[in-house]
């Protein structure tokens, strides 16, 4: 599609200033980067807590948390949240977002059906993911699926590969530079980021498409016991 070709992308839509993860969001319900807002209900950042130690980043919004406005509410959720209590991970000290904050879909009948954000979305959506790393000091990043593992690591890394494998972060990501230096106030007085630990896997979708759902659960869990044992 022509349209979707290029995108003036996220970054002037960003407030300098921002402080916090409720002033970004706050902005992104204004966002225009791209041509998905023009049919998504709204803008769907992330959640969590702010002090996070585990960030989990996705690839996009689903038909159910376009309506509610928040990540992983819809069933790809539920089987996260069962393997994130099964893996051992605290749930209340965990942050989640997408790698592109708008649902891309097509209309087939009333139903809305998922499609898979291009290039061109996950470009112009990556300032807020940066923008919410620079808020966030992490000890391990999961990365679920193809879409957030491109945003972060760049269209060579493949998750079939080197799932389930510790990689260090931020020096695995495509532009570490983007990552390496967080703000301290808003004054503009930066300092190094924390090094930390990403690790990617399957997105949860992912185990309910799969013909054995359980050989797929297990697999995400056993991944994310490798992101939990980092942890301690």
Same mark, same amino acid.
């Given at each position: 599609?022509?349209?979707?070709?290029?995108?003036?992308?996220?970054?002037?839509?960003?407030?300098?200033?921002?402080?916090?993860?409720?002033?970004?969001?706050?902005?992104?319900?204004?966002?225009?980067?791209?041509?998905?807002?023009?049919?998504?209900?709204?803008?769907?950042?992330?959640?969590?807590?702010?002090?996070?130690?585990?960030?989990?980043?996705?690839?996009?919004?689903?038909?159910?948390?376009?309506? +509610?406005?928040?990540?992983?509410?819809?069933?790809?959720?539920?089987?996260?949240?069962?393997?994130?209590?099964?893996?051992?991970?605290?749930?209340?000290?965990?942050?989640?977002?997408?790698?592109? +904050?708008?649902?891309?879909?097509?209309?087939?009948?009333?139903?809305?059906?998922?499609?898979?954000?291009?290039?061109?979305?996950?470009?112009?959506?990556? #300032?807020?993911?940066? &923008?919410?790393?620079?808020?966030?000091?992490?000890?391990?990043?999961?990365?679920? %699926?193809?879409?957030?593992? +491109?945003?972060?690591?760049? #269209?060579?890394?493949?998750?079939?590969?080197?799932? %389930?494998?510790?990689?260090?972060?931020?020096?695995?990501?495509?532009?570490?530079?983007?990552?390496?230096?967080? #703000?301290?106030?808003?004054?503009? +007085?930066?300092?190094?980021?924390?090094?930390?630990?990403?690790?990617?896997?399957?997105?949860?979708?992912?185990?309910?498409? &799969?013909?054995?759902?359980?050989?797929?659960?297990?697999?995400?869990?056993?991944?994310?016991?490798?992101?939990?044992?980092?942890?301690?």
């Amino acid at each position: 599609m022509a349209e979707t070709e290029s995108a003036p992308g996220a970054q002037e839509f960003i407030p300098p200033q921002a402080d916090t993860i409720d002033q970004l969001r706050a902005a992104a319900a204004g966002c225009r980067g791209c041509e998905l807002y023009r049919d998504a209900a709204q803008t769907v950042f992330g959640r969590g807590d702010e002090s996070a130690r585990v960030v989990f980043v996705g690839e996009q919004p689903g038909d159910l948390e376009d309506q +509610k406005g928040l990540p992983f509410v819809g069933p790809a959720g539920r089987v996260l949240r069962r393997a994130v209590d099964d893996a051992g991970i605290e749930p209340g000290h965990i942050y989640l977002t997408n790698a592109v +904050k708008h649902f891309r879909f097509e209309l087939r009948g009333k139903r809305r059906i998922h499609q898979t954000p291009d290039r061109v979305h996950i470009t112009a959506c990556r #300032p807020w993911l940066v &923008a919410e790393f620079a808020r966030l000091r992490p000890a391990v990043v999961v990365v679920l %699926g193809a879409t957030a593992a +491109k945003a972060l690591l760049g #269209p060579a890394f493949r998750v079939t590969r080197q799932r %389930g494998e510790l990689l260090p972060w931020p020096a695995a990501a495509q532009r570490p530079e983007d990552f390496t230096r967080v #703000p301290v106030d808003n004054t503009g +007085k930066v300092a190094d980021a924390p090094e930390a630990q990403l690790l990617a896997t399957i997105h949860p979708s992912a185990v309910l498409r &799969a013909d054995n759902q359980d050989v797929a659960y297990d697999g995400l869990v056993a991944d994310l016991k490798v992101a939990a044992r980092a942890l301690r």
